[in-house]
């Protein structure tokens, strides 16, 4: 048993719900209790679908589990079938009902349906959403893609495109478009927009695009083998990996990488002396593994900041995070406890945080500019405008989307000059965001001489700051301290304290601050 | 009384249909997200899986604290395999809990289906823990399942496991039952003690020591629809109910505050002045929506059993011609007096087989439609106008200075559908 709060993944069986509903003419009869239903409203309210998604739920009650379930499976199916008159079916288990053991792909198999049925495995208290996803694209491609003559253009899949994933849309649209330039057409896209019909054909193409590793890794392997497809292994997220993804394709088919990157604004935007504030800005990044391995190089190479903290949920994709991990020099996090993550984010110190709706939540808390890069996501991060993380144009929306809520280039220098300026201070925030600027309350002249008073005659009074460790802060380095700009204070904090440690200095005084500023000068 | 009340016998023996099929629904455990803000020292803990936790997130939707006081304790395959095991890792779990919480003095077990389906026994959980924790904490357990519950019956699951163990009295007190937000809760107290009737008291009540006792000389009367088993444990205290309409609208709460003075002697002046002005403001709030709702037609898919008295203050307050009243579940005891108010016409329905309603539903095309969010999207994609039923649970809508929110609710996506088709290109 484990005690959670809050779950950067739903169970595996959500995971085959995006599947189904990223198709069209597939209908999914899921064995699950009344109540299950729930997970409609992410796909009708987050992403705003409007249509409800190809799902039947059994909606069994207690009262029927002495009883015959599986005949309650059964007519489920049926009258789905009827009903929808799918291409094909799914069918599968959600938690309770894999407690129940029917077995929903041996009972359908009994009932002669005129479609194909694909049986769904989905261990739910071993597995999760992500993992759900890949095995029920995986389970679909292995049932209804055959091998075939390869046409005669030269075509590819579009494999790992899912309902409610993080800028799938757009994306598709923005290397369908990118492909297109070089001299590919894509054959199908799957499963978002696919039909099980057009899975039949996925066989023709030269070869695939894998998009999304966490959904597509299953079928694209799958199809290496039997198919003999190779697939690209370049996830184009960002300048450096679109170009490369490029290559890659060139590489496979023989065509040229020359590609005409009108539109492409990122590379001058980072490079004019506006963005220069931004050089070695700390980042931490946290997400699915693709798009935290995609966003470290884009931070490091592209934008320049310093990457300083890097982790992913999915257990899955550890490994070439782990490696990713290593390149940036940061130790890896592999967790799905937001608590973990929000303690080593609050060790980090970052001046910027690149996560998902959760990591939006602790950059709250925490007070630290946040942008969000993966899923899970609200509903506002399925926006209505053109918004691809991939290619030339998602290259622009990531510059955009990350540097937006950092403090301004020229506000930074102010405050960094004027120190605690009584419009600009923590508690009021950078200026271009919303909320109401508090003017800073000044202590009134009798409260510093009294304070200053008490700091005279008793040097070791207890400071305010929290002291981590064995070091303790006098309240005139204190003072100090809460004059350095909050978004750097952070790391200035953690870094004298660091230096007093590694000194063996019990008392933080304004000396051991500059000292540890001296020491730890860039 | 000087109430018009319905000549005609309203629908009190109306047919119902019964359906049985794919229901488009919540859980009971879906209680806990508005439970866990009203009782303020309690921590919900799901015994579940993760489909729960996920659940409890995505209804939870943005609403993410510091500390949250609710979770799931996920089952993972080794506690199927024994539950010898799995008793001795949920009072690991808890123990770890209370300890980094010392500010939690009720402590909630929540069975799911999982737990339900391996008959993992919380109720004897709990009474373990309650030895373990005592007298600091109090551990109580009551079942949210799917398998057993539907959305608001959740609460109805919490209040009645508590009632067992509230203190015993022979005090003559009023209990008002149901969570309410706490500025009604606030006007409901107003309002009886206007009319001279006390004491008081509120269950669920915002912190444990306040808990109000039971006892047979108690009566008691319910704020909402779904309290079935919450008034039977009630009864087998020996608390008396006191029947009534539920306080929707100013129709509704004041047959409610009727009920009251009737059992407790308040004179008729007293009533009045107390009510007089409040209803003056109910109906004329209300009437401000009731232009834009008279004359359009309603169908009510079933959500929380509030859909009987929503539809009585709907038609008879706003003007509105109910089509279909579904609503999960029945209970004919406590929505007599509602059905009795409720204008003949509507066919009234208990369960849901959706696809078979839908069809139903566009058969009908009815002016609004009253659904959950797993509907509410598509069916406004095919031009109908929805209203989501869950917004009726998490906004102030009882009592008379609510009356005209509660009527503006549904107003609002009317008058919205007219605006932006004004704006629409020609
Ligand atoms: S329906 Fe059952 S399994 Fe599903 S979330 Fe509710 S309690 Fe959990
Ligand atoms: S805004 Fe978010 S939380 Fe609110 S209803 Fe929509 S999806 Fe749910």
Redesign the pocket.
């Known amino acids: 048993m484990k005690l959670t709060l809050w779950t950067y993944e739903g169970p595996p069986h959500v995971g085959a719900m995006r599947v189904a509903t990223a198709m069209k003419g597939l209908h999914l009869v899921l064995h699950?209790?009344?109540?299950?239903t729930?997970a409609d409203l992410l796909f009708t309210m987050i992403e705003r679908r409007d249509h409800r998604p190809p799902v039947t739920f059994t909606t069994f009650r207690a009262s029927d589990l002495g009883g015959d379930t599986a005949g309650l499976f059964k007519s489920a199916a049926q009258s789905a079938y009827d009903r929808f008159q799918p291409q094909a079916m799914l069918v599968g288990s959600?938690?309770?009902a894999e407690l129940i053991q029917d077995d929903p792909g041996g009972l359908a198999k009994t009932m002669g349906l005129d479609c194909p049925v694909v049986a769904l495995d989905l261990p739910s208290y071993s597995r999760k959403e992500n993992f759900g996803a890949d095995e029920t694209f995986l389970a679909l491609v292995r049932a209804l893609a055959k091998p075939m003559a390869r046409t005669e253009a030269i075509t590819c899949n579009l494999l790992g495109a899912t309902a409610l994933g993080f800028r799938h849309r757009d994306d598709v649209a923005e290397i369908t478009a990118l492909l297109a330039k070089m001299g590919v057409t894509v054959n199908v896209c799957a499963p978002l927009g696919a039909t099980p019909d057009d899975l039949t054909r996925m066989g023709q193409a030269h070869f695939n695009v894998l998009l999304y590793p966490e959904t597509g890794e299953g079928a694209a392997r799958y199809m290496e083998r039997a198919f003999g497809q190779p697939f690209t292994k370049c996830v184009p997220i960002g300048v450096g990996a679109t170009r490369e993804f490029i290559r890659e394709v060139a590489g496979i088919t023989g065509l040229s990488a020359d590609v005409d990157e009108t539109g492409l604004r990122q590379p001058w935007w980072s490079a004019s002396v506006d963005s220069t504030y931004l050089t070695g800005k700390r980042v931490f990044l946290f997400g699915d593994a693709t798009h935290v391995i995609t966003a470290a190089r884009i931070a490091a190479e592209e934008i320049g900041f310093t990457v300083v903290g890097m982790g992913c949920y999915n257990r899955e994709q550890a490994r070439p995070l782990r490696a990713a991990a290593a390149k940036h020099g940061v130790e890896p996090l592999i967790s799905d406890d937001y608590l973990e993550v929000e303690a080593a984010i609050a060790a980090a110190a970052p001046e910027l945080i690149l996560g998902t709706q959760m990591e939006r939540h602790i950059a709250k808390r925490l007070g630290i500019p946040c942008a969000v890069i993966s899923a899970p996501v609200h509903v506002q991060d399925f926006p209505a405008r053109y918004s691809p993380q991939m290619g030339f144009e998602g290259a622009n929306v990531i510059f955009d989307t990350w540097i937006h809520p950092l403090v301004m280039g020229l506000e930074e220098h102010l405050l960094t000059m004027f120190r605690e300026d009584f419009e600009f201070h923590d508690a009021a925030g950078a200026s271009h965001h919303g909320g109401k600027a508090i003017a800073r309350v000044e202590d009134s002249p009798a409260v510093a001489a009294l304070a200053a008073a008490v700091a005279a005659s008793a040097p070791a009074t207890v400071p305010v700051v929290a002291p981590s460790g064995e070091v303790r802060w006098l309240p005139d380095a204190e003072r100090e301290l809460k004059k350095i700009p909050f978004f750097v204070r952070g790391v200035a904090k953690r870094n004298t304290e660091r230096f007093a440690a590694g000194k063996g200095i019990a008392d933080i005084s304004v000396d051991t601050l500059y000292e540890a500023k001296a020491h730890y000068a860039r | 009384m000087s109430l018009d009340l319905p000549l005609s016998p309203g629908c009190s023996a109306a047919p119902v249909l019964r359906e049985r099929g794919q229901h488009e629904v919540?859980?009971?455990?879906?209680g806990i997200i508005w439970l866990h803000r009203k009782m303020q020292d309690a921590f919900f803990l799901?015994v579940?899986?993760r489909?729960?936790a996920?659940?409890?997130q995505s209804a939870a939707g943005v609403m993410i604290f510091a500390e949250p006081r609710f979770g799931t304790a996920i089952l993972e395959e080794k506690d199927l395999a024994g539950l010898a095991d799995a008793n001795a890792e949920l009072d690991r779990e808890v123990g770890r809990l209370l300890a980094r919480r010392p500010d939690i003095r009720q402590l909630f077990l929540v069975?799911?289906?999982?737990s339900e389906v391996i008959k993992l026994d919380l109720a004897r959980a709990a009474e373990r823990m309650n030895v373990q924790h005592a007298p600091h904490v109090r551990v109580y357990n009551y079942s949210?399942?799917?398998?057993e519950t539907t959305f608001t019956q959740g609460e109805d699951a919490c209040l009645a496991a508590m009632v067992p163990a509230l203190p015993a009295t022979d005090a003559a007190e009023l209990l008002v039952v149901g969570a309410l937000p706490d500025v009604v809760e606030d006007q409901c107290l107003a309002l009886l003690n206007a009319m001279g009737v006390g004491p008081v008291r509120m269950l669920p009540a915002r912190r444990s020591g306040d808990m109000p006792a039971v006892g047979p000389n108690s009566r008691y009367i319910l704020t909402q629809p779904f309290l079935g088993d919450t008034a039977a444990a009630l009864d087998r205290r020996g608390a008396k109910r006191i029947a009534a309409p539920f306080p929707f609208g100013e129709e509704g709460t004041t047959l409610w505050l009727q009920a009251i003075a009737d059992v407790y002697g308040v004179t008729a002046d007293r009533f009045d002045a107390a009510t007089a002005a409040p209803r003056a403001r109910a109906r004329k709030a209300v009437a401000a929506h009731a232009a834009t709702l008279s004359g359009k037609s309603l169908f009510l898919f079933p959500d929380s059993q509030m859909e009987i008295p929503l539809a009585r203050f709907l038609a008879r307050e706003c003007g509105m011609r109910p089509l279909e009243v579904g609503t999960p579940y029945l209970h004919r005891a406590l929505m007599e007096p509602e059905l009795a108010l409720l204008p003949e016409g509507p066919m009234l329905s208990e369960g849901q087989d959706v696809d078979k309603q839908l069809d139903r539903h566009g058969a009908q095309a009815p002016d609004l439609t009253v659904c959950g969010l797993g509907l509410a999207n598509p069916l406004e994609s095919q031009g109908f106008t929805t209203k989501w039923a869950i917004e009726l649970v998490f906004t102030p809508v009882h009592f008379y200075e609510q009356a005209g929110d509660l009527a503006g609710l549904f107003s609002r996506p009317l008058r919205r559908k007219a605006l932006l088709t004004a704006g629409a290109k020609p």
């Open positions: 699950a209790p009344q109540g299950d729930y959600s938690c309770t | 919540f859980c009971g455990l879906t799901v579940g899986s489909t729960c996920h659940l409890l069975g799911s289906c999982p949210g399942s799917g398998i």
